[in-house]
């Protein structure tokens, strides 16, 4: 069975600040994408940077960069030089060839100026 | 530039009745998806289409059904809408499966309310 853990409900980060948000998945499938995706207070799901398992070297997307450790399956998401738009709730989702994603909890992160 | 709309943005309803939420997208992607979200849950898939005249059940199917006519639209039915279904629903598609899955790219969601 699939399952992604985020296990920070909040983060809080100081303007210009970089932050790390935390995701573990499990997966007996060798082929699998891991993806986050970002949700303003508004609502909409933004797709923000994928990782593939079998991709050489970590994503970077702009000031989003995925640390991928296959080892110990996890996928954080980092984002560099926080504004105070990256409020948000960031959620980790992973797919398999199944093309199903399964998302994790999500964690609110609150920009502070 | 293409999208993926859904309407209404809202809704409100009484138990007992049937209700359609609309999915359309000019991605022309073969794969379509409906989710809902709920607090501490995360976002959960209802059903979903791999094209034309497919469809298959989700984690949380019970009480839904798709159906899918065309490449544009994966309409979501609740049959008797029940006060558990409240919820803030998403639809979302992506293009055909290259084995590994593809970037799902989400409509702006649909809150239904039962009463």
């Known amino acids: 069975a699939q399952k992604i853990t985020q296990t920070q409900p909040g983060m809080f980060v100081q303007e210009k600040e970089a932050v790390t948000l935390d995701c573990t998945y499990d997966t007996s499938d060798p082929s699998y994408g891991l993806f986050w995706y970002k949700q303003p207070s508004s609502g909409e799901m933004i797709f923000l940077i994928y990782q593939g398992s079998y991709d050489q070297q970590n994503a970077t997307e702009g000031r989003y960069s995925l640390n991928f450790q296959k080892a110990r399956k996890s996928a954080n998401l980092v984002i560099s030089a926080s504004q105070l738009g990256d409020s948000a709730m960031y959620f980790c989702a992973m797919g398999t060839g199944a093309n199903n994603l399964f998302f994790g909890t999500g964690t609110r992160l609150t920009v502070i100026p | 530039d293409a999208e993926i709309t859904q309407s209404p943005r809202h809704k409100i309803t009484e138990t007992g009745r049937q209700v359609t939420l609309a999915c359309h997208q000019t991605w022309n992607h073969n794969n379509m998806f409906w989710y809902r979200q709920d607090l501490g849950h995360g976002l959960r898939l209802i059903h979903y289409?791999?094209?034309?005249?497919?469809?298959n059940k989700g984690e949380v199917s019970d009480g839904y059904s798709v159906s899918r006519s065309n490449t544009e639209d994966l309409p979501l039915t609740l049959e008797s809408a029940a006060s558990s279904q409240t919820s803030v629903y998403f639809c979302a598609s992506s293009e055909s499966s290259k084995g590994i899955a593809d970037t799902q790219y989400f409509g702006p969601g649909t809150r239904l309310t039962v009463l």
């Open positions: 289409s791999y094209g034309v005249q497919d469809t």
